[in-house]
């Protein structure tokens, strides 16, 4: 077990340029989310898959927004026309569909955005 | 909607002591799963424990134990014999029963950054 990972962990970019997150979930784990985290503040949920299913997407995820996951395994996060708004720490996390997981998500440890 | 508060931004211990993060939490659902994560200056985010409200009994793991009062809707987080390694931001987290619509999202408190004195 590897763990959740991301993909880069650090990006700098220019006011209005794209940007692209990758995550790949602890394997055989059918959910996976998205959070952001901004300094001094508790994550909050962007969006959610279970298999290659978007199925819950937070009112945060403006247009400029879109998360994939093509094939139920690994997903991007990609953010068009940056702002500086969007400077923050993006969390992804997995966790198994058996119930007997208890419902434990396992986080990765974030990709930070800065927008300059 | 389900909101998380966590009233105390920083708290500070001594090694080898005790320390209670409190938590509190607001919703009209009676049935829900609510979390401790601990996130290191590492930054990965990492279960402490978790309680499910249909179970009076209070939850433990090894040094760690939390005071769940579902009326008063609280939860605290004790920690026991500090060490060095606590030291980090706890947020309490708040999720809804899995079979209710939008259950999958955690909702997470501001913060406290626990800081262990050596």
């Known amino acids: 077990d590897t763990g959740v990972s991301q993909d880069p962990r650090h990006k700098i970019t220019k006011r209005g340029q794209n940007v692209t997150f990758r995550c790949d979930p602890i394997s055989e784990h059918n959910r996976l989310y998205w959070y952001r985290q901004t300094l001094g503040q508790g994550p909050e949920f962007l969006t959610y898959?279970?298999?290659?299913?978007?199925?819950?997407k937070s009112r945060l995820l403006s247009d400029r927004f879109s998360a994939e996951r093509p094939k139920g395994s690994f997903s991007t996060l990609e953010i068009q026309r940056t702002e500086q708004g969007d400077s923050a720490m993006y969390l992804c996390a997995s966790s198994p569909m058996r119930e007997s997981s208890g419902n434990t998500i396992y986080f990765g440890e974030g990709s930070w955005l800065t927008v300059v | 909607a389900q909101t998380v508060t966590q009233s105390q931004p920083e708290m500070s211990v001594q090694e080898a002591e005790t320390v209670t993060l409190s938590c509190t939490y607001d919703t009209s659902e009676s049935d829900y799963y609510l979390f401790w994560y601990k996130q290191p200056p590492s930054r990965q985010m990492i279960l402490v424990i978790r309680?499910?409200?249909?179970?009076?009994q209070n939850a433990t793991e090894n040094r760690f134990s939390v005071n769940f009062q579902k009326a008063a809707k609280s939860f605290s987080l004790k920690i026991s014999d500090s060490q060095l390694g606590d030291a980090a931001m706890y947020f309490c987290?708040?999720?809804?029963?899995?079979?209710?619509?939008?259950?999958?999202?955690?909702?997470f408190g501001q913060g406290t950054r626990l800081t262990i004195n050596p």
């Open positions: 987290a708040y999720r809804r029963h899995f079979i209710i619509q939008g259950a999958q999202k955690l909702v």
């Open positions: 898959f279970q298999n290659e299913a978007q199925l819950e």
């Open positions: 309680q499910e409200a249909y179970k009076q």
